[in-house]
């Protein structure tokens, strides 16, 4: 059984559109996360979200909209894609907001073109 | 902020070379310190981590790693590498309740 699932694993989209990424684990964590890894392999924080409630929001641009239904799902949806939002985005979760390793989706590599 | 410093870029050893890399992170107080390894096309897996105690601790596939609290630091280290070590490596550190930062990443290329 996949622990933390991210659907879809590819997504190619043209600049301007919007679309969602969506994000579950079956862990029984409380709280999940967006990471964003550029083509440098760089990973950046996006998200953190705590019991459904949101914890931190870096230094995101607001056409990037956290949405969780329950604590099991947190999705991710962007509006207005352009180029620079090409990366590839993991979905995470731990068991507690601090000191817990976190547990990774597969990513969804996006493609803007 | 915390951050973390990855020192290699691109490692590159022959199978069977020891391997050693550095991680060193800013941070005043508390931390749990974690590497992780994303194989190609993959995503992290946790390799190990530091809470307290032993600061030399063991994790899988044979890799170690050693928090130097004075150094701010916490290498990670391998005997002997094989082909399937193949990776990108991150140290993340996370302290109080700050979210888990990652390093840049040491990509970690092993030839026969």
């Known amino acids: 059984d996949t622990a933390v699932s991210q659907t879809p694993k590819y997504l190619v989209t043209q600049m301007g559109n919007d679309k969602s990424i969506k994000c579950e684990q079956n862990?029984?964590?409380?709280?999940m996360y967006w990471y964003k890894q550029d083509s440098k392999k760089f990973l950046k924080i996006m998200f953190s979200?705590?019991?459904?409630?949101?914890?931190i929001n870096e230094t995101v641009p607001n056409r990037f909209s956290p949405k969780s239904p329950d604590k099991a799902h947190l999705n991710l949806h962007i509006n207005s894609l352009e180029l620079g939002d090409s990366a590839v985005y993991f979905c995470a979760s731990s068991e507690v907001h601090s000191g817990s390793p976190l547990h990774f989706g597969n990513g969804t590599r996006l493609t803007v073109t | 902020a915390q951050s973390v410093s990855q020192h290699n870029h691109h490692v590159i050893l022959s199978e069977a070379a020891s391997l050693e890399l550095g991680c060193n992170y800013s941070y005043g107080g508390t931390v749990n310190l974690f590497w992780y390894v994303q194989y190609p096309g993959q995503h992290l897996q946790l390799l190990l981590k530091?809470?307290?105690?032993?600061?030399l601790v063991k994790g899988i596939k044979g890799f170690e790693a050693e928090f130097i609290k004075s150094k701010f630091s916490f290498n990670l280290r391998k005997p002997s590498v094989q082909w399937s070590d193949t990776a990108e490596y991150f140290c993340?550190?996370?302290?109080?309740?700050?979210?888990?930062?990652f390093g840049k990443g040491t990509r970690l290329s092993v030839i026969a």
């Open positions: 979200y705590n019991n459904k409630e949101l914890i």
């Open positions: 993340a550190v996370m302290g109080g309740n700050t979210p888990l930062v």
């Open positions: 862990l029984g964590h409380d709280t």
């Open positions: 530091y809470f307290s105690g032993d600061p």
